[in-house]
């Protein structure tokens, strides 16, 4: 089945280090905030299959009234990489880069973060992509999937926001730019 594996963005696991109970608690959760889970697989997942993921949230209002939210997600599974590609949210991929840099702060320079980090990671999907879809193509042609397009543009513009900018003068600005991109 599917496990995750870390949390990304404004939320705290309720036992720190520890996936085994995958329960994180919010500050605050309002409708310009999201999160992002990793997950991997520890078994096979059958072919033209669809596998059910579902989050719960559990508030309490203003007045005090305990609420529960229930989202539900049926993802297809396939063998082909290229299905992968054609099914990819370059929005939702750029949040879980930004949000992966983030929790990289304390431990990583700026410099090590946005050259390092988040260019490798956007060059080893484009370079996979390559390799399974556009292998036959001169390797001085730039190959990018339709549907990734505007990903490197948009981590640009991620890079040279207050959060990751070098440029920024305060710890205070810095922050900022840091809930905002949370």
Partial sequence: GLQITDYYGACVPLAPGTTARPDIQFGCLSCDQSF??????????????????????????????????????????????????????????????????ITKLPTMSLSQLTTGSMFSRVSQVLAAYRKVAASNVAASQLILPEELRLLPLFLLGIMKSTAFSPITATADARMAGVRLLL
Avoid: W
């Fill in 36 to 101: 992002a889970v990793g997950m991997q697989y520890d078994g096979r997942l059958v072919e033209n299959e669809t596998t059910g993921v579902q989050c719960a949230i559990l508030h309490t209002t203003a007045t005090g009234q305990r609420r529960i939210r229930v989202i539900n997600l049926a993802l297809p599974c396939t063998k082909q990489a290229v299905d992968v590609f054609r099914s990819c949210d370059y929005e939702a991929m750029v949040s879980l880069l930004t949000k992966q840099a």
